[in-house]
């Protein structure tokens, strides 16, 4: 059976890229309803930063870890799990000072795991996540996708490295962008990234 991971990270009730991804996602399993769905709403259940004990512990074969370095390893263990079983990953994000949530930093740091969802190896770095597809929700007030501040948006640039650093290559961008600009922008945002979300799934 198949699954789809989403990663929902805007800590906002009205949150466009939480919408468009949960809209997403829906269409995606119309068209398989046999897929399972695993949901980290990282705005309202964030993932623990990476402290002195998780940094160690994650480093460590689990056979080596003391009772309290297993409890701190204990969610980001879950959370590698949960992204190698997924077939699909949708993550969602506002642009926020450029970038990604903290919260989504958060969760990329806890699982790209060295050994797990990647290795050094002779040749260089090999990422062992592949084979999954990857939607990228990005909502943003701006214009980011093209113009004079694209060069301002970090956010998938960070994203599509390090997702292809664990092995995950096929990857597809949706903006939510310009809301800023008055209602007509707004609800041309939306209708916008529909139509995107609607070619994808049905692309799927």
Known sequence: MSSILLVTSSPREDSLSTKVATDLVEK????????TIVHRDLGQNPVAHLDTVTTSAIRKPAADRNAEEAAAAAESDELVAELLAADTVVLATGLINFNIYSTLKSWIDNVARAGMTFRYTA?????LATG?????VLSAAGIYSEGPAMGMNHAVPYLKTVLAFMGMTDVEVIYVEGTAFGPEAFDKALAQADARITELAAAA
Do not use: H, W
């Not at 040749?123 to 990422?127: K, N």
């Not at 999954?132 to 990228?136: A, D, L, M």
């Open 123 to 127: 040749e260089g770095p090999e990422g």
């Open 28 to 35: 995606l399993k119309s068209r398989n309803p046999g897929e």
């Open 132 to 136: 999954k597809k990857v939607y990228i």
